[in-house]
């Protein structure tokens, strides 16, 4: 069984900056090889869950939303089958649970019903 942990999170203020770490244990090569393209999501109280970036495998290819371009990047972590996700200029309208996601199959995904794995979710308040 795939389990994703994400930290990081936590209560800034507006400008700042916070950077969200994923990481996957379990299944099979999970720490042998990047297994999953991976995925950050947001979802803020009584809000549709949004897409925020995407990773492939390699971590040659990216996707970022307009909402966050430009503030926000997305990297592939050291350890295999972990990702990172450095926000900064952050706004209060950036406040969300952000969750990390990873996905079986080849290519990058702006949709949740793509991915296969979700963590828990972290907690990003952004003060103004």
């Known amino acids: 069984q795939v389990q994703l942990v994400e930290s990081g999170g936590g209560l800034v203020q507006a400008g700042g900056s916070l950077r969200l770490s994923c990481a996957a244990s379990?299944?099979?090569?999970?720490?042998?090889?990047?297994?999953?393209?991976m995925g950050w999501f947001r979802q803020a109280p009584g809000k549709e869950r949004e897409f925020v970036a995407a990773?492939?495998?390699?971590?040659?290819?990216?996707d970022i939303s307009e909402s966050v371009k430009g503030r926000f990047t997305i990297a592939r972590g050291n350890a295999k089958n972990s990702v990172y996700l450095q926000m900064n200029s952050l706004k209060p309208e950036d406040s969300a649970v952000y969750s990390c996601?990873?996905?079986?199959?080849?290519?990058?995904?702006?949709?949740?019903?793509?991915?296969?794995?979700w963590g828990q979710g972290t907690q990003v308040t952004v003060s103004s």
């Open positions: 996601a990873a996905k079986k199959s080849l290519g990058i995904a702006a949709t949740p019903g793509e991915y296969d794995y």
């Open positions: 379990g299944g099979t090569f999970t720490s042998t090889y990047n297994t999953y393209a």
């Open positions: 990773i492939s495998r390699s971590g040659r290819a990216t």
